[in-house]
């Protein structure tokens, strides 16, 4: 098997050196499933309805900028939201080493122990970790609180929603936008492929076998557009 990194002295400094890198995963799967799934919504609901390719174009390029930009704005107010209140904590933290230091100090010495630390080690421990106040309010926000030690960036995680919105959710629209002819049929299949895709490309970041994901993911994203093309046929004209 394969190391994920190596353990050489020189790397593991280089790579803690480094810090921790920002994820955007989420951000890119749930505006890619989300753009495939509304624009291929909109595309089968109107094909069921029997409606001109026109209107698929029109409202599905609509849904892929004005849907996009929603979801791009949303997930930066909810991430702006997140950051603001991280740095509330951190205020709270401050104020109280400034004020209560003491009580601090027993609550780090209790988080310690936790860990499995005791004796004079916890000792050590909690005396070398309060001289540095970074050190000691970021053990904090991770293990009083449950936050991670890097801040969110809410424009990146907007950005990452809204690239992987616009590029899943055009996929559906193209056969109509280039003129190929059986245009629904190849946008399902074009659009089945990409939940697959979307699917497989998750399973690097999890246990889960790379078909698998794909299938799960197949699965969600047509069920969907089931739904949807089931709803515009219940306005075919008869």
Known sequence: MTQEHSHSPQDITRRLSEG????HLKDMI????????TTFAIVAGVEGAGLSH??????????????????AASNYSGTK??????????QIEER????????????????????????????????????????????????????????????????????AFMVAGA????????????????????????FFLIGTGKSRWSLAKWWRSGLETLLIGGVAALLAYGVGGLFHPA
Request: charged share 25%.
């Open 96 to 163: 109280h080493i400034e004020e209560h230091p003491e009580g601090e100090r027993e609550e780090l010495r209790q988080i310690l122990a936790r860990r499995g630390l005791s004796g004079d080690v916890l000792e050590q421990a909690t005396q070398a970790i309060t001289r540095n106040k970074q050190n000691w309010i970021d053990l904090m926000l991770s293990d009083e609180y449950g936050l991670a030690r890097e801040e969110p960036n809410p424009m990146r995680a907007a950005l990452a929603t809204f690239a």
């Open 54 to 71: 026109t209107i698929i174009v029109a409202l599905g390029l609509a849904n892929i900028l004005a849907d996009g930009f929603s979801m």
């Open 171 to 194: 996929v559906p629209l193209l056969p109509f936008l280039l003129g190929l002819p059986n245009p629904f049929a190849t946008s399902v299949l074009a659009t089945l492929l990409t």
């Open 81 to 90: 939201a997140e950051l603001d209140d991280r740095k509330r904590i951190i």
């Open 30 to 37: 749930y505006g890619g499933i989300d753009g495939a799934v």
């Open 20 to 23: 921790q890198k920002q994820s």
